[in-house]
């Protein structure tokens, strides 16, 4: 089995900063991408980030230069530096990670459970 357990969400006043951390755990064989979204109540999911192994970096087009993702391979862990942030970046943020475990020939999807960041005004 797989785990993503995400940490470092909380409250923030507007233009702070928080970093979120997303460690994967278990029957890893390899993780090809690893990354964030976020959803808002009623709202699909969007892109916020995510990296590959390889370090490819994709932005969801809101982020704007205010977040920054990165990632500890060797950890299988990916960071989420939020930076600026808005009233409206309060929603729940989700890590995601495409893994291939030991006992699988197929690279499954993984989420986390989520992490709520509430920025006040």
């Known amino acids: 089995q797989v785990q993503l357990v995400e940490s470092g969400g909380g409250l923030v006043q507007a233009g702070g900063s928080l970093r979120l951390s997303c460690a994967a755990s278990g029957n890893i064989f390899s993780i090809n991408v690893m990354g964030w979204y976020r959803q808002a109540p009623g709202n699909k999911r969007e892109l916020v980030g995510i990296?590959?192994?390889?370090?490819?970096?994709s932005y969801g087009e809101f982020v704007k230069g205010r977040f920054a993702i990165s990632r500890d391979n060797a950890k299988n862990t990916v960071y989420l530096q939020m930076n600026s942030l808005k009233p409206e970046d309060t929603v729940v943020y989700y890590c995601y990670a495409a893994i291939k475990t030991s006992s699988s020939v197929r690279v499954n999807d993984y989420w986390g459970r989520g992490t709520q960041v509430t920025v006040s005004s």
């Open positions: 990296i590959t192994s390889g370090g490819s970096i």
